[in-house]
Nanobody, 126 residues
Framework: QMQLVESGGGLVQAGGSLRLSCAAS????????MAWFRQAPGKEREVVAV????????LFANSVKGRFTMSREYAKNTVYLQMNSLKPEDTATYYC???????????????????WGQGTQVTVSS
C-alpha cells in the first residue's frame, strides 16, 4: 500500500501563487508516475500535471501550461505543484495520485491511477 498526503492549499487572490505538496509513503516511487488532479464542484476530476518519478519529465494540461510547474524531491518522496498566476477558474480540490502502469495513452484517465490522496482545497478569489 501507498499513502499520499497533500498539503499547501488555501485561499489566494487572482494572480497569486501557491505550492502544493504531496508526500508519499509505503513504497518507493522509482517505477511510478505521479499526477495532480483537480475537481471543481459539479465538474469532472481532471488531470492538471503528470511527472515521471524516475526521469522527471512532466506534462501539463493546456489550461495550466506556462503557469504551473511540477517537481519532485527524492529525499522526501514528495512532489510539488507550483501554481503561479492563479485564476478563479483554478478553484478546486486538488488531489495527487500515483500509478504504476501509466502510458502516454492512459495518463489523462483517472482510472489509470492506483493510489490517491485526500485532497487539498485551493480557492482563488477574483
Amino acid at each position: 500500500q501507498m499513502q499520499l498526503v497533500e498539503s499547501g492549499g488555501g485561499l489566494v487572490q487572482a494572480g497569486g501563487s501557491l505550492r502544493l505538496s504531496c508526500a508519499a509513503s509505503g513504497r518507493t516511487l522509482s517505477s511510478y508516475f505521479m499526477a495532480w488532479f483537480r475537481q471543481a464542484p459539479g465538474k469532472e476530476r481532471e488531470v492538471v500535471a503528470v511527472i515521471n518519478w524516475s526521469g522527471g519529465s512532466t506534462l501539463f494540461a493546456n489550461s495550466v501550461k506556462g503557469r504551473f510547474t511540477m517537481s519532485r524531491e527524492y529525499a522526501k518522496n514528495t512532489v510539488y505543484l507550483q501554481m503561479n498566476s492563479l485564476k478563479p477558474e483554478d478553484t478546486a480540490t486538488y488531489y495527487c495520485a500515483v500509478g504504476s502502469r501509466i502510458t502516454p495513452l492512459n495518463m489523462w484517465n483517472r482510472q489509470s491511477y492506483d493510489y490517491w490522496g485526500q485532497g487539498t482545497q485551493v480557492t482563488v478569489s477574483s
